[in-house]
């Protein structure tokens, strides 16, 4: 059971770049959902998704795109980076609604943007 | 806008001390409260959880204390340890909002031996 996997693990982009931050889940989770983590901010909400072709956008969003196609993934995209979105991103999912001794969190992707 | 708002921004306490961390919300809708641990290089870890319903709950050397009138919830670590270290985050969810989490800004505990 690896839980939810996240890669890359670090990645150096240019300004204006695109790329996509990849996450899989294999506990059969419906929600799933993207953070960022900044420092003295805590961790923001991006986008995320409650069941496969569901998407919605969080605290966030600009600049970040996702899709679900499957239940498993939720890909990330930057869509053209820019040096405000180096930060420590952060994929989690969950299975039902009962709060938060459901989510699981990745161990992150560590984005710098030059 | 900060919706959950966590004091202090660090906390350095000796071994066997009781580091207290403290948080205050706005969003009376908000109806789940969990503390995560993350240690350098990781990402959080589900510590303990409370409902509003309930004033204090306690697991193992951690107790959370929660005051619904206040809208104020607090952690507090019994006979802390140098494996404590790690930074701390209150976080909320938001009824029906699909377990999205509200996190605070975090607080950086530092337990000296």
């Known amino acids: 059971n690896a839980g939810v996997t996240q890669t890359p693990k670090f990645q150096v982009l240019k300004t204006g770049q695109s790329m996509t931050l990849q996450c899989a889940q294999d506990m059969n989770h419906e929600y799933m959902s993207w953070y960022r983590q900044d420092p003295g901010m805590g961790l923001r909400l991006i986008h995320y998704s409650v069941g496969a072709g569901i998407t919605d956008q969080g605290e966030v969003p600009n600049g970040y795109n996702v899709s679900r196609s499957t239940t498993e993934d939720f890909p990330l995209r930057l869509l053209s980076a820019a040096p405000s979105q180096t930060s420590v991103y952060f994929c989690?999912?969950?299975?039902?609604?009962?709060?938060?001794?459901?989510?699981?969190f990745g161990e992150g992707s560590w984005l710098t943007v030059v | 806008q900060q919706q959950v708002k966590q004091s202090p921004q660090s906390l350095i306490v000796q071994k066997g001390g009781i580091p207290i961390i403290n948080c205050a919300y706005e969003n009376t809708a908000f109806d789940y409260f969990p503390w995560y641990q993350q240690f350098p290089g990781k990402g959080p870890a589900l510590l303990i959880a409370i409902r509003p319903d309930v004033s204090e709950k306690k697991e193992g050397r951690f107790t959370i204390s929660f005051n619904k009138s206040a809208k104020q919830f607090s952690l507090h670590i019994m006979d802390s340890q140098p494996g404590d270290s790690a930074t701390y985050f209150c976080a909320a969810i938001l009824n029906n909002a699909g377990n999205m989490l509200t996190f605070g800004g975090g607080t950086r505990l530092m337990v000296k031996p």
């Open positions: 989690a999912s969950s299975h039902d609604r009962s709060g938060g001794n459901t989510i699981y």
